[in-house]
């Protein structure tokens, strides 16, 4: 399963090439230098590269962005589960159990999608920022802190589709993690949101998984539900399927492999 020299790209979030969010994987050896992972990282120059490792009967699975190591990443985490799926590493029927810094992971397959289990992020409603308009461009209803994400929900989908952040001011100003999320007027859709983390090195990320693990909490203390379809309105888009079971945010969704390459 091991080779450092073979690197794949998956798109996650999505049945379609081109669409979702790219990931690199590396089925990686055990021993290997995380600095050679971070410039790997860099030079795939994706929102994440994910590194897994088996260990026993799990797998430890580590996360860098092109500048940072992360605790948790959903569509690289169904990028990786996908791959071992289709390569036989894992079997259709079995549950792959990644462990993470952010947690242990749970991973199973089902007839319409691979379904993660996350652990749930608190959530604290707070004062929204004085400056949130200026730096956004719009005045969000309810403002939350969650782990290291900030989350504005705004009072329409177009709030959330006219949304201009300036990007360098954000970090300074707390919001280098940003969510934005807003009811949707898609049918089919209950929630729309997109995701911004220059503090990471990424302005916009296209769909991110992990931003549930905080979005699902808030979204059912302000409709009584467990059960939501998500939309992420990023350029290249995402739909995720996402419930909420105790303290566990379960995410439902597709991936496609894009292509596997050979480092010289």
Known sequence: MTNNKIVYQVDSFTSEVFKGNPAGVVFAENNTDPKWMQQLAMEMNLSETAFVMSNGESYDIRFFTPTNEIDLCGHATLASAHLMYELGIAATQEQIQFNAKGGELQVTKEADGIKMRFPKYAI??????????????????????????????????????????????????????????????????????????????????????????????IWHIKTGRKVFNALQLSQRTGHLKVGLIDDIVEIKGNAVTVFKATLK
Not at 134 to 159: H, I, M, R
Not at 192 to 214: H, K, L, M, W, Y
């Open 124 to 217: 604290e409603q707070v004062a929204v920022p004085e400056n949130f308009n200026a730096l956004v461009g719009f005045e969000p209803v309810e403002f939350f802190n969650s782990g290291d994400w900030t989350v504005a929900v705004a009072k329409s989908q177009n709030d959330i589709e006219i949304a201009g952040p300036i990007f360098d001011k954000l970090p300074v100003n707390g919001l280098g993690h940003l969510l934005i999320t807003a009811e949707s007027n898609i049918p089919d859709i209950d929630f729309v949101v997109r995701c911004f983390a220059p503090q990471s090195g990424i302005n916009e990320d296209p769909v991110t998984g992990s931003a549930q693990c905080a979005l699902v909490p």
